[in-house]
């Protein structure tokens, strides 16, 4: 049984590992933490003495347990940070050379994509646009600006392993690389409204060559 859906982004396998530190992390946590609190209820007598069902004190011998627990959560979260701080300036603050550059617009209740036109700049006037359809070449950076006509949206690739809001008044830039072939689901992930269920579009990832064809298609139109 699969968990994730498949991956097709460059930098997937990075999100799923940290996704599945973090679970197994929490995962022995949380073992520990119930085995510490059953085991003395399961295996003490009932016939305990008053100081042995209550130790006052606030020493070390009390608090060493306390102790092990912060330093062990510390370690934990620290080693989160690292991991995530290399990803996170690699995915958010780092913007590669682009291939092609598009625009993803949300609106109630669909998505607009629009492409650079015959002079290869985009926001010129021969620009060309799509509805709920996204097209892209496989194995090519894709910049995207992310906007809202509206309300907030929130545009989420699950097999890019990608989710950006789109934000009304602001232009966000973010980038994806897809490595596979095939046609992958694009859904708003915040709720905008009454139609918001079916803001539902497809990211197709073509071949180069396929890809110069839609193009072509796109511009006589």
């Not at 998505?111 to 359809?133: A, H, I, R």
Request: some cysteine.
């Amino acid at each position: 049984m699969k968990i994730f859906p498949e991956n097709a982004s460059s930098y997937g396998a990075e999100i799923d590992f940290i996704f599945w530190l973090i679970t197994a992390v929490v995962a022995v946590g949380s073992v520990v933490v119930i085995f510490l609190i059953l085991y003395p209820l399961l295996t003490r007598s009932k016939y305990r003495t008053s100081e042995q069902r209550y130790l006052k004190g606030n020493n070390f011998k009390q608090m060493k347990l306390i102790y092990l627990g912060i330093a062990i959560l510390a370690i934990a979260d620290f080693s989160f940070l690292f991991k995530e701080g290399s990803t996170w300036k690699k995915i958010e603050e780092t913007l590669p050379q682009e291939d092609l550059h598009v625009a993803v617009v949300g609106r109630q209740w669909m998505w607009e994509f629009v492409y650079p036109g015959p002079d290869g700049k985009l926001y010129t006037v021969d620009d060309v646009k799509s509805v709920n359809q996204l097209y892209v070449p496989v194995n090519v950076v894709v910049h995207m600006d992310i906007q809202s006509y509206d309300v907030i949206h929130s545009v989420f690739i699950p097999n890019a392993r990608f989710k950006q809001d789109a934000l009304p008044g602001r232009s966000i830039k973010r980038w994806i690389k897809l490595i596979k072939t095939g046609s992958f689901p694009l859904t708003c992930a915040e709720i905008c409204g009454i139609g918001h269920a079916n803001m539902k579009a497809t990211i197709t990832v073509q071949t180069p060559e396929e890809f110069q064809k839609t193009l072509a298609k796109l511009y006589k139109k």
